[in-house]
């Protein structure tokens, strides 16, 4: 069964065609890798779905309903939470309250701030911040400043701000950038114990070819704004059309 569908979505930036009549299938609780070049239009392609850019044509289907026309602030609603490359969080608050914030936002997708205080001691959202921290393997970190945490640390409490809003698709952006190997190991257990336990789809864009293969029951290839291939990560690598675009001589 089918989570989310892309048919016929082109994007055009001045004399440059960023996506070129893009189709893509993700499953529903799988992890689907979009990798290929700088510049394929991975970024591209994953705004459109969140709001930020609107295709010039095509569709974008999630669970039967479309996501093109949403305004960002309204993704959570529909389901979707998105990590970005740069962690997005707020340094001079502790762990917990960073999860606990988005359980506060108003529908309008502004933040009660002044409600932050007192509405930790709400043992839902707390309690609910504490299991998501718990399946990310932070829960000895909830009072910590988020600005003295490891560049790893703030990536997953990131992925925990997302988690928290209880999504049904979690798209990642280069989830693993800049990490050591030993997080970067870390994440790829953690995300997989998430996808299993939680049973949320995933889309992550990456250039971690580690990463992909250990992570991904599907990949996409982009190559300049076209998928070119589409399967099982067994079947990438030895693949013609992606060794030319993408993978060359480094496998």
Known sequence: MSALEVRGVNKRFGGLQALNDVNLTVEEGRIHAIIGPNGAGKSTLLNCFVGRLTPDSGTVMFHGKSLLGIQPYEINQAGVSRVFQTPEI???LTVLENVM???LAHRDGKF???ALRPMRREKDI???AVDVLEDLGMPDKHDMIASSMSRGDKRRLEMAMGLVQDPKL???DEPTAGMSRADTN???EVLRHIGDSRGITMIIIEHDM???FSLADR????AQGTVIVEDQPENIKGNVKVQEAYLGGAQ
Do not use: G, R, Y
């Open 90 to 92: 707020f340094s001079d």
């Open 101 to 103: 914030i988005p359980a």
């Open 112 to 114: 009660e701030f002044n």
């Open 126 to 128: 707390q309690k609910l």
């Open 170 to 172: 979690l798209l990642l």
């Open 186 to 188: 870390n994440t790829i």
């Open 210 to 212: 580690h990463v992909v």
């Open 219 to 222: 990949i996409s290839v982009l």
